[in-house]
């Protein structure tokens, strides 16, 4: 399994932009960079998904770099809920495979 | 639609003992996964059912088996509880066959083996 690399925490403050970094220099052709975050007390929740372009939805935006070796995870207005831990996964986008988790970026949001 | 859950939500058990926990799937989802997740760690994947089959193991022994039923909730067992196996226990529902399959988990089954 292709594996991610990422801090283990970051801080930030409430109303102002988080940018998550993770790094994937393994990554072949046929992952998907995958982002889901654990709230406390919660299972993991699905945040974001990519392939080789910029995406966004309604929780964050997914930044892709030109190689594909790294992504940032973007939070455009941190709030105290957005505290979590995040998670970014490569996943095969092939039939079958599972998602494997690493440790994570622990999120702290200071009100 | 209703979302993942999982019972029980809490479990104690002695070392040696088994233990059963459950899982209901999403509505209209065919695949569950079950993630054994230890304190400050990521979720760490045991194994995966689709459509009654296993279909996919991590590196766990044998003594976690698992079972997945025709309305496609699903149990997973644990034999011969040891110390470490004390973790939540968390399970994901997926639609294997969409476009993108996302996971989507339960709260979890903390497990303390005493």
């Known amino acids: 399994d292709a594996k991610t690399t990422q801090p283990n925490s970051m801080e930030s403050n409430e109303e102002e932009p988080v940018h998550l970094p993770c790094n994937h220099s393994?990554?072949?052709?046929?992952?998907?960079i995958h982002w889901y975050r654990q709230l406390p007390s919660q299972g993991p929740e699905y945040v974001i998904h990519?392939?080789?372009s910029n995406v966004n939805n309604r929780m964050a935006s997914l930044a892709i770099a030109e190689d594909r070796k790294s992504s940032t995870l973007i939070l455009h207005r941190a709030t105290l809920r957005d505290a979590a831990v995040y998670y970014c996964?490569?996943?095969?986008?092939?039939?079958?495979?599972?998602?494997?988790f690493g440790p994570g970026t622990r999120l702290s949001v200071l009100p | 639609e209703t979302g993942v859950t999982q019972s029980p939500t809490h479990l104690i058990k002695t070392r040696g003992q088994q233990v059963t926990l459950r899982c209901s799937s999403q509505?209209?989802?065919?695949?569950v996964s079950w993630y054994q997740q230890a304190l400050g760690q990521g979720p760490q994947f045991i194994f995966q059912?689709?459509?009654?089959?296993?279909?996919g193991r991590g590196n766990f022994p044998p003594r976690f088996s698992g079972l997945q039923f025709p309305n496609y909730s699903s149990e997973l067992n644990v034999n011969a509880l040891e110390l470490d196996d004390s973790a939540l226990y968390l399970c994901?529902?997926?639609?294997?066959?969409?476009?993108?399959?996302?996971?989507?988990f339960g709260s979890g089954t903390q497990l303390s083996v005493l």
């Open positions: 994901a529902s997926s639609a294997t066959g969409e476009s993108y399959e996302k996971l989507f």
């Open positions: 393994t990554i072949s052709g046929t992952d998907y």
């Open positions: 990519g392939l080789t």
């Open positions: 996964i490569l996943r095969d986008g092939r039939y079958g495979q599972n998602f494997v």
């Open positions: 509505s209209g989802h065919n695949t």
């Open positions: 059912y689709y459509r009654e089959e296993e279909n």
